[in-house]
């Protein structure tokens, strides 16, 4: 059915023509709007690896699994647009090797992993490094509460002080009794 479509589709745009160029000329268009925008010059592919080989979680507040779409899409653009052959296993290899220090701990054990059973493993890093993400982001939360409470804290015993320093200054000035 969709093959069928498609050649409908097709044929449609191969065969319409307007009044002012009648040599189906919506066929040439169409074709020169999708040479010129659809991004295949060796530029546009040299700025696409480096956008996916120079890719870094660097901020623990990024969740990985967003991390990783965006690069399995820019993957598949480059295997799509400039038939190129980056693999799962590829991309899990620059996975791995551009997360943040805090995820080491999990890294070593993808590794482990790997090492047993390389199928299927782009999804399962992504589960384990996004429950790990939401460990390292509940720490940080409390971390944030226990930094709050001691500024809390600070700020009252510096006010206490002061009050305290503000009540006994006029026993200082006193003369002495005799």
């Known amino acids: 059915m969709v093959c069928q479509v498609n050649r409908v589709t097709l044929n449609l745009v191969t065969r319409a023509t307007t009044d002012d160029l009648p040599e189906r000329d919506a066929f040439k268009a169409w074709n020169n709007l999708k040479r010129k925008y659809k991004g295949k010059s060796l530029t546009e592919q040299l700025a696409l ?27 598949k653009r480059l295997n ?8 799962d296993k590829d991309l899990l290899i620059q ?11 999990t890294m070593e054990l993808l590794m482990v992993e790997l090492n047993a059973d390389a199928e299927n493993m782009l999804d399962e890093c992504r589960v384990i490094l996004t429950a ?8 940080k939360d409390k ?18 002080k002061k009050k305290h ?12 009794r005799s």
């Open 132 to 139: 790990s993400y939401k460990k390292l982001k509940a720490k």
């Open 80 to 87: 799509k647009d400039f038939s190129e052959k980056i693999s």
């Open 49 to 75: 690896q480096q956008e996916f080989y120079s890719s870094k979680l660097t901020d623990l507040s990024v969740d990985p699994d967003e991390w990783i779409s965006s690069l399995d899409k820019l993957r």
């Open 143 to 160: 971390q944030k509460e226990i930094d709050v409470e001691e500024t809390v804290l600070t700020f009252i015993t510096i006010n206490c």
């Open 95 to 105: 996975v791995l090797n551009n997360m943040l220090e805090e995820y080491d701990a």
């Open 165 to 176: 320093r503000k009540n006994t200054s006029h026993v200082k000035n006193r003369p002495p």
